[in-house]
């Protein structure tokens, strides 16, 4: 069994900047790749940022040049880093780990007020 825990969402003005973070416990024996994903209300969850195995990273479109993922292999963490927020950003944002498994966290809120 595997758990995500998800903070650092919240409310920002729009320009501001936010910090994820997503720390993984449990049965863990060998993580794919950490990655965020966001859901605006009415819309799909949609990907957001990924960091593989061997430190590769990939990024929407949408968030290129603002956020910035990372991880911290000894303690099982990912981060999102998010800077020039935008009204547009706001979403549900969701940890996902991909090992022998398939992964997701609760949630956090982000809300970003023009």
């Known amino acids: 069994q595997v758990q995500l825990v998800e903070s650092g969402g919240g409310l920002v003005q729009a320009g501001g900047s936010l910090r994820l973070s997503c720390a993984a416990s449990?049965?863990?024996?060998?993580?794919?790749?950490m990655g965020w994903y966001r859901q605006a209300p009415g819309k799909q969850r949609e990907l957001v940022a990924t960091i593989i195995r061997g430190g590769s990273t990939n990024y929407a479109d949408s968030v290129k040049g603002r956020f910035t993922i990372s991880r911290d292999n000894a303690k099982n963490t990912v981060y999102l880093q998010m800077n020039s927020l935008k009204p547009e950003d706001t979403a549900v944002y969701y940890c996902n780990l991909k090992a022998f498994g398939d992964y997701w966290g609760q949630g956090t809120q982000v809300t970003v007020s023009s």
């Open positions: 449990g049965s863990i024996f060998y993580i794919n790749a």
